[in-house]
């Protein structure tokens, strides 16, 4: 039997909060304890700068608060990786590869990038970097050949994303060393889609600052 591994993480842009909570880290919690995983998770600190870029201060700070929120929920040191991103200068090498088996229109067609844009009132300004970070994550995933990928469903396009660049880059060079990892989904209901506390239909986010914080 093939080993399982996780890869999972978030953006260190500000404390995490009750719909990470609902939403993953209760189920990261459950999926380490299971016994059934090699399990990662990443202090994704380069994706923050995509659109953080002139305030690293305040991805630097937080890097260290998500740590302490993943060891408040549970997270074990001693059963989980806990890493940061930018600490592994193979990722973004990586990432750059993978950029040569994507088109740009194929990046502008993905509906989580086109929402979070919206979201934050990019306009015309939407940075480079901010398009191309699904290639990102599919590096990081691929980099630790995650079988599994917990995620919410309104992140199924970067696992499907992800999928597409192993396949394309196994097919591309004969060589079948990427895998091509399945998303693992939290439980059904409203747990999948916490809503803010602002009353708005987005779902409970920091960049919108409508959560209620672990921390």
Avoid: C, W
């Amino acid at each position: 039997m093939s080993k399982k591994i996780i890869l999972t993480g978030d953006r260190p842009t500000g404390k995490l909060h009750i719909g990470h909570f609902v939403g993953s880290l209760k189920n990261r919690v459950e999926l380490q304890n299971s016994g059934e995983f090699e399990t990662y998770i990443m202090i994704a600190d380069a994706q923050a700068l995509t659109d953080n870029a002139k305030n690293p201060e305040k991805v630097r700070e937080n890097v260290l608060e998500v740590a302490l929120d993943y060891l408040a929920v549970g997270i074990d040191p001693a059963k989980t990786t806990i890493f940061i991103q930018s600490q592994i200068p193979e990722l973004p090498e990586l990432a750059m590869f993978y950029a040569n088996l994507v088109s740009i229109a194929r990046l502008e067609r993905n509906p989580t990038v086109k929402t979070e844009i919206k979201q934050k009132n990019f306009g015309e300004g939407v940075p480079s970097g901010f398009v191309f970070y699904p290639i990102s994550q599919a590096a990081d995933i691929t980099a630790f050949k995650a079988t599994h990928v917990p995620v919410g469903e309104d992140q199924l396009p970067m696992i499907e994303l992800t999928r597409e660049i192993a396949r394309s880059f196994n097919q591309t060079y004969n060589q079948e060393v990427l895998v091509e990892p399945e998303a693992i989904l939290p439980p059904a209901g409203i747990e999948r889609r916490l809503p803010g506390i602002n009353g708005m239909d987005a779902k409970m986010s920091k960049s919108l600052n409508n959560g209620i914080y672990l921390g």
